[in-house]
């Protein structure tokens, strides 16, 4: 299975830069969005960075990610609200009165 992740870089370079995520540390390539300072999170696809994103989207991400494996690992009760908090809010009927 082929996911984004994300990533923080601990050690920025012009072509790659060394970061640190849910996997460990790994060195990714930057060349498709340019270098980017230490500290910033990126959310990366087959060992190249696709996009810079907010530490709260990274949260989210790993989350998300969290909850998948909690369907790999045969969890046949999954807290939806918990690994996944957009869904079950967009499956929410509407308040009263809105």
């Known amino acids: 299975m082929c996911i984004g992740t ?3 870089i601990i050690e920025s370079g012009e072509f790659s830069a060394l970061c640190r995520g849910r996997n460990g540390s790994e ?3 930057m060349m498709l ?3 980017q300072p230490e500290g910033t ?3 990366t696809f087959l060992g190249s960075a696709r ?3 907010s530490e709260q989207d990274a949260a989210t991400i790993n989350r998300a990610l969290d909850g998948v494996a909690a369907i790999m690992r045969g969890e046949t009760e999954m807290d939806v609200e918990r690994y996944f908090p957009d ?3 967009a499956s929410a009927p ?3 009165g809105v």
Do not use: K
Request: proline content about 10%; aromatic content about 4%; glycine content about 10%.
């Open 6 to 8: 994300p990533v923080q």
């Open 27 to 29: 060195r990714v390539n």
């Open 33 to 35: 969005i340019g270098q």
């Open 41 to 43: 999170w990126l959310l």
């Open 51 to 53: 996009e810079v994103i």
């Open 87 to 89: 869904i079950g809010a």
């Open 94 to 96: 509407p308040a009263a």
